[in-house]
C-alpha cells in the first residue's frame, strides 16, 4: 500500500439511509473534492459547511451535502480529510467516489484509514486492531472493553513493565561496555529482582485473557437434565421469549435449539437439550446422543432439577459428569412443594432455585452465570484485559523469553548471551503496540477491516 496517495471510500454500510458519508484522505483531499462541490462558505478546518454536490463538467446539482475538513495532523488518519455527508443513496455515494477517482484519487484498501493513523503514528497497534473490535462489538460491554483499548489501556499496562525491562539491559549493558571500568558488574540477585518485577505484571496480563476471550468471543452454555425437568422454559425465560416448545409432556424437545443472549454484557451461546433418559424412539435416541455432545462441547452447563420430585439416576449420573466442571445446579419448579433437594451434600452449595412458571430465581440465575463466567478472576473494567489472541501469544513469548533469561543467569552464563533473551522479550513486547512489526503482520491486521475505516 502507498502511503502518500488521496484514498477514498464510502464510510457508511451499504444500503440506503438518512445520510450516507464518504471519506477522503491524504494530501490532495480538498483539491479532488473541490471540482464536485459548489460550497456556502469556504472549507474551514474543524467545520462543518453546507453545499451543493454538482456534476462537475455540467455544474448540475446532485445533492445537498454538508462538507466536513479536518485539517492534517487533527484527523482521524492525521492526514487532510475531508467527509462528503450525502443522503443515503448508495447511487449519490457511489457517484462521488467516482468523481473522486477521475480527479485522482484511490479506491481505500480494507482497513487503510486507520492504518494510515498508525503509520502516521497517531495510535499504536493495539489502539487500530481497539478500533476494529469497537466496531465489531455486539453487546455495549464488549464496545467498553475496545474503547478502553481504544484510548491505550492496554499500551498504558505495558509500558511501565517495557521500562523495566530496557532499565535491566541498560544496566546489563552498561556492566559490559565498561567492564574495566568503575561501573559494578551486577549481582544476580539484582537481576533476579528485576526480572522478578518484569514478569509478575505479564504473568497478570497473559491470565486476564481467559476472561478477556469470553468478554470477546462469549461462551457457550447447555442447559441439560431429566425429560420434563423444565430445561426449555428455563431457556424461554433466559432468552425472554418463547422459543423452545415446551408441553407437560416428557420428551417433548428433541433436537438442539440454539440461542444468542447477552448477560451482563457477555454474549453467550444458549443450548436446549433433549431430555436425558433410556429413549422410547430413534428419534429421541439421536436427540439424547446430540445433548450429551452438547454437553461435552459446552464452556459452561447449567444441570436442571426437579425440586417437586426426588432425585433420579439420571439426575445423580448427570451431577457426577458435571462436577468437575463449569457448572451450575438448577433446583426448578420451586412454586410446586417437594423434596428439598437444597440441603442434599451431593449437590453443590450454588445451587440455585428457580421456577421457570414464575419466574422466581431468574435474576438470581442469571448473576450466578455472570459470576461463574467472571471466575472472580478480574474485576470488571480492570484496565489492560488481554482480549486479543495476538496479543496474548506476544505476551506468552515474552514471558518464554524471560523465562530463558532467568535460565541463564542460573547458569551463569556470559551477560551478553542474557541479553540476547531480553531484547527477544523486548520485540515481543515491541510488536503488541507495533514498534517493531513487518508488513505481512499489518497487511493481515488491517485486511480484517472494514473498507472506509
Ligand atoms: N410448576 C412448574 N412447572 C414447570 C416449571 N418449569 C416448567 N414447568 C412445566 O413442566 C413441564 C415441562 O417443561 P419443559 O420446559 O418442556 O421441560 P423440559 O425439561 O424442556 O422437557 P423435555 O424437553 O421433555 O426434556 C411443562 O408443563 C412446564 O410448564 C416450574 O418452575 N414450575
Ligand atoms: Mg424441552
Known amino acids: 500500500m502507498q502511503q502518500d496517495d488521496t484514498i477514498v471510500a464510502i464510510a457508511t454500510p451499504l444500503g440506503r439511509g438518512g445520510i450516507g458519508v464518504v471519506r477522503l484522505s491524504g494530501a ?50 492525521a492526514d487532510d480529510v475531508i467527509e462528503i455527508s450525502a443522503h443515503g443513496s448508495p447511487v449519490v455515494l457511489q457517484h462521488i467516489v467516482k468523481l473522486a477517482l477521475a480527479s485522482g484519487a484511490r479506491l481505500a484498501e480494507p482497513g487503510e484509514f486507520t492504518m494510515r493513523a498508525f503509520l502516521n503514528g497517531r495510535i499504536d497497534l493495539a489502539q487500530a486492531e481497539a478500533v476494529r473490535d469497537l466496531i465489531e462489538s455486539r453487546t455495549l460491554y464488549q464496545a467498553q472493553v475496545a474503547a478502553q483499548q481504544l484510548g491505550g489501556s492496554l499500551s498504558h499496562t505495558i509500558q511501565p513493565i517495557k521500562k523495566k525491562l530496557v532499565d535491566l539491559i541498560a544496566l546489563l549493558e552498561a556492566g559490559i561496555d565498561f567492564a574495566d571500568d568503575d561501573v559494578p558488574i551486577l549481582l544476580e540477585g539484582t537481576i533476579y529482582g528485576h526480572l522478578a518485577e518484569v514478569r509478575a505484571p505479564l504473568e497478570k496480563l497473559a491470565s486476564s485473557f481467559a476472561y478477556g476471550k469470553i468478554v470477546q468471543q462469549g461462551l457457550t452454555l447447555a442447559i441439560v437434565g431429566r425429560p420434563n425437568v423444565g430445561k426449555s422454559s428455563l431457556f424461554n425465560r433466559l432468552i425472554e421469549r418463547d422459543r423452545a416448545i415446551v408441553t407437560s409432556e416428557p420428551g417433548t424437545t428433541r433436537d438442539l435449539v440454539t440461542e444468542s443472549v447477552a448477560i451482563g454484557g457477555i454474549p453467550l451461546r444458549l443450548i436446549d437439550t433433549a431430555g436425558i433418559r433410556k429413549a422410547l424412539d430413534e428419534a429421541e435416541s439421536i436427540g439424547i446422543r446430540k445433548s450429551m455432545e452438547a454437553l461435552a462441547d459446552a464452556d459452561m452447563v447449567l444441570v436442571v432439577l426437579d425440586s417437586s420430585q426426588p432425585l433420579a439416576e439420571e439426575d445423580f449420573e448427570l451431577l457426577a459428569q458435571t462436577a468437575e466442571r463449569k457448572s451450575i445446579v438448577v433446583e426448578n419448579k420451586t412454586d410446586v412443594s417437594g423434596h428439598d433437594l437444597h440441603g442434599r451434600t451431593e449437590l453443590k452449595a450454588t445451587a440455585i432455585r428457580t421456577s421457570a412458571l414464575t419466574g422466581d430465581g431468574i435474576v438470581e440465575l ?88
Open 366 to 453: 442469571r448473576a450466578e452465570i455472570l459470576r461463574q463466567v467472571q471466575g472472580g478472576a478480574n474485576a470488571r473494567g480492570e484496565l489492560g484485559i488481554v482480549t486479543n489472541l495476538r496479543h496474548q501469544r506476544l505476551v506468552e513469548q515474552c514471558l518464554q523469553a524471560l523465562e530463558a533469561a532467568h535460565h541463564a543467569v542460573n547458569q551463569r552464563v556470559p551477560h551478553e548471551m542474557l541479553l540476547l533473551d531480553l531484547y527477544a522479550s523486548l520485540r515481543f513486547l515491541d510488536e503488541i503496540t507495533g514498534s517493531t512489526t513487518t508488513d505481512d503482520i499489518l497487511n493481515l491486521i488491517f485486511g480484517t477491516f472494514c473498507i472506509g475505516k
Open 28 to 77: 490532495a483531499a480538498c483539491s479532488v473534492a473541490a471540482p464536485m462541490l459548489r460550497l456556502k462558505h469556504p472549507l474551514e478546518p474543524g467545520r462543518a459547511v453546507f453545499g451543493e454536490l454538482i456534476e462537475p463538467e455540467l455544474s448540475t446539482r446532485i445533492d445537498e451535502v454538508i462538507v466536513t475538513y479536518f485539517q492534517k495532523p487533527h484527523s482521524y488518519t
